[in-house]
């Protein structure tokens, strides 16, 4: 069965600093799919950002990156110049690369940005 | 695009009553949604995978005798929690899978439960 770990239950960044999330994962696919989902206190889960296994270049979304080490099982979100409004629980899921699969969620991070 | 929708928001209910909580696909078919619960500060836990026309496939340790899914049309799935009790009270949210193949699950805002 897949697994998804994220090892820090709480994280802080200044505002307009850099914070890195950490996230690991195991598997035995070779094809899948990663995210990160944001919640903030509404509770609506926001996609973040999303990895294709089979891409070896890490994906971007404005001030978010990850850095996806495969091999390592690894898959870290970071958070550049950060805002107040980055506050939230943050998860990482994985999907198998099969019409309809689920997603697996790890444990979160809870980030608090501070002013 | 690629909204969807929960109803309703929040609802209170007494004990041994059953609610009915909707899902829907705004934009977008779905023949896949999936309902999961959520307690206070802790992760989304799979409760089942809807599929339109077809029983729904249950997490192990999951009831369905008590958590009943109703997927009847390509945008609309049920949830109706039957007798009720307090322990049922939770976040519950669903996603919806949009048919055209792309694998990305487009979520819901959630419903709070609170049975008294």
């Known amino acids: 069965a897949q697994t998804v770990t994220q090892s820090q239950p709480e994280m802080s960044v200044q505002e307009a600093e850099t914070v890195t999330l950490s996230c690991t994962y195991d598997t035995s696919e070779s094809d899948y799919y990663l995210f990160w989902y944001k919640q903030p206190p509404s509770r609506q889960m926001i996609l973040v950002i999303r990895?294709?296994?089979?891409?070896?270049q890490n994906a971007t979304e404005n001030r978010f990156s990850v850095n996806f080490q495969k091999a390592a099982k690894s898959f870290s979100l970071k958070i550049s110049d950060s805002q107040l409004g980055d506050a939230a629980m943050y998860f990482c899921a994985y999907m198998r690369g099969t019409s309809g699969s689920r997603l697996t969620f790890g444990e979160g991070t809870q980030l608090t940005v501070n002013p | 695009g690629a909204v969807v929708s929960q109803h309703p928001s929040w609802v209170i209910c007494k004990s041994g009553t059953s609610v009915k909580i909707e899902c829907r696909s705004l934009d977008f078919q779905a023949t896949t949604m999936f309902w999961y619960r959520q307690f206070p500060k802790q992760s989304l836990m799979l409760m089942a995978t809807s599929n339109e026309g077809s029983k729904a496939t249950y997490e192990q340790g999951v009831e369905k005798d008590k958590f009943l899914i109703n997927h009847a049309s390509l945008t609309l799935s049920t949830l109706t929690v039957t007798s009720a009790h307090p322990e049922d009270s939770s976040f519950y949210i669903c996603?919806?899978?949009?048919?055209?193949?792309?694998?990305?699950?487009?979520f819901g805002p959630g419903t709070r439960l609170t049975v008294l």
């Open positions: 990895q294709e296994a089979y891409k070896q």
């Open positions: 996603s919806a899978r949009e048919d055209r193949g792309i694998n990305e699950q487009f």
